[in-house]
């Protein structure tokens, strides 16, 4: 190995700077390099087309750029235990029916791929059967096409206990997780793409800590389950389907700390918990001046929805057609959720309001129903139809849902909401607009009270909630 490092060096050196003729032939070097040697390549352009079948160390010394010349594939990786950092890889060939790609492992386990560049390329890495690759740290983009002719940024299929972490994913398609089970992506940054990441059949994944802002979906969860969703930033989704999370026919499924701002649909459920009643658990999140911050069909049973923070959405929660929402639990052990509009009060100080929140505007409802509606919001024509709603209890429709527990103020915010000002000033007014009704609310409790009149009759609530009650949320089980 040594030898071998010596050589690169040496032709570098004898050359000078810039001269082509120094850089090696590092097809050749691939070749001829003994298992589990490391190879430094210099700074300079290399011919892309390379093939790594035994495990080996690439390094990129001054980001070493990896040049395919709009042609085919840059790197194939069929051996384990494959390392590729400090690369600069370009110009893949824009064919989707042969799926150009930048870096593509197949049946290699352990591979790292780590440090990179990615530009103007069709797909930017593609792992197939490889199971505990590590995609740490790399920036990717992707050809200046229309969305839908772009590759895909990250695409797993049958890699199962990935780690995808620290990469920045700009202006391609989707991240894609393909009946990959164990995979783990944290910290990831995506803008600009159709998802930020698209899961189907893939079980046991966490996604904690990416900031997903711009795409026309955050994250699409399908056909899977066992799926932890926590501490995400989920912001600004306003494509034609502007989910910041959807979710269809999928089971055991743990939705926490994340934030949900101004996209045209906080979370999409269709369908979930598909097979196993009770196990979407949705908590501690914020929904912020998105269009709508939860919407569901109404065939929907089996989800738990409390302690959450809906902060000045256009409509809170919608129904998307005709049918009543049931079997859909908003309070644990009787703490429910906050909602801004929410105009009750709390009358011995306990956090929850005296009143269930109950939805009952007309134009909402007719909303829900037909859609195009939606033109008319903020309209005269809105406040008109609200009017009558209020003035006419006949024509006032049945509500959505029940909280029967409302908070009277947001429960403290967490991590995604503390450290949302790094992403603009837009989070950072949401931060600010939580503490500032934090405030307010702590200024009321602290006002003298009279004494509670308990000759009062106590508000009755209801005993038996469609849902059996819950302790603690599972997110674990077999599928």
Request: charge should be negative; include cysteine.
């Amino acid at each position: 190995m040594n030898t071998l490092l010596a050589v690169i060096t040496s032709l570098a050196v004898a050359a000078g700077p810039g001269a082509s003729a120094a850089q090696p032939d590092l097809a050749a070097l691939i070749r001829d390099a003994a298992p589990g040697s490391t190879i430094h390549v210099p700074a300079g352009v290399y011919p892309a087309g390379l093939h790594i079948d035994k495990p080996l160390t690439l390094i990129g010394a001054g980001r070493a750029i990896l040049d395919g010349n709009g042609q085919g594939d840059l790197v194939l990786i069929t051996a384990p235990n494959v390392e590729l950092r400090g690369f600069l890889l370009r110009g893949t060939g824009a064919d989707l029916d042969k799926e150009n790609c930048a870096i593509r492992i197949t049946g290699a386990a352990d591979a790292t791929i780590q440090d990179n560049t990615l530009e103007d390329v069709l797909f930017g890495i593609d792992v197939k059967e490889s199971p505990r690759c590590t995609l740490r740290g790399n920036h990717i983009g992707s050809k200046p096409l229309d969305i839908a002719r772009r590759g895909d940024t990250i695409r797993l299929y049958r890699a199962n206990d990935a780690l995808i972490e620290n990469n920045t994913i700009l202006d391609g398609r989707d991240a894609v997780l393909w009946y990959s089970t164990g995979v783990t992506a944290r910290g990831n940054t995506a803008r600009r793409c159709r998802y930020g990441f698209h899961l189907m059949y893939s079980d046991h994944v966490t996604l904690e800590d990416n900031d997903l802002a711009d795409n026309s979906v955050g994250v699409y969860f399908m056909y899977s389950s066992d799926l932890t969703l926590t501490g995400n930033r989920i912001t600004r989704n306003r494509g034609p389907s502007g989910y910041g999370l959807g979710l269809k026919e999928t089971d055991r499924y743990h939705v926490e700390g994340n934030l949900f701002a101004a996209n045209r649909v906080g979370i999409y459920i269709d369908g979930s918990p598909f097979r196993t009643p009770g196990s979407g658990q949705i908590t501690d999140n914020t929904f912020a001046a998105n269009d709508t911050g939860l919407a569901l069909l109404p065939s929907v049973k089996g989800n738990r929805v409390w302690a959450n923070r809906f902060l000045d959405n256009t409509e809170q929660l919608s129904v998307l057609g005709k049918g009543e929402l049931v079997e859909n639990e908003f309070d644990i052990d009787e703490r429910g959720n906050y909602w801004s509009d929410y105009t009750g009060y709390d009358l011995d100080g306990d956090g929850v309001g005296e009143i269930e929140y109950e939805p009952t505007r007309l134009f909402e409802n007719l909303m829900d129903k037909e859609p195009r509606l939606r033109l008319m919001l903020f309209s005269p024509a809105q406040q008109a139809v609200d009017f009558v709603g209020r003035a006419l209890p006949a024509v006032q429709p049945q509500a959505k849902f029940t909280d029967w527990y409302p908070l009277v103020s947001p429960p403290p915010a967490p991590a995604a909401i503390r450290s949302a000002s790094h992403d603009g000033p837009g989070l950072a007014l949401i931060a600010s607009v939580l503490a500032a009704i934090a405030a307010a609310v702590a200024a009321v409790a602290l006002e003298p009270r009279e004494p509670r009149d308990h000759s009062r009759a106590p508000v009755v609530r209801p005993s038996a909630r469609p849902l059996a009650p819950s302790t603690a949320p599972s997110t674990g089980g077999a599928a």
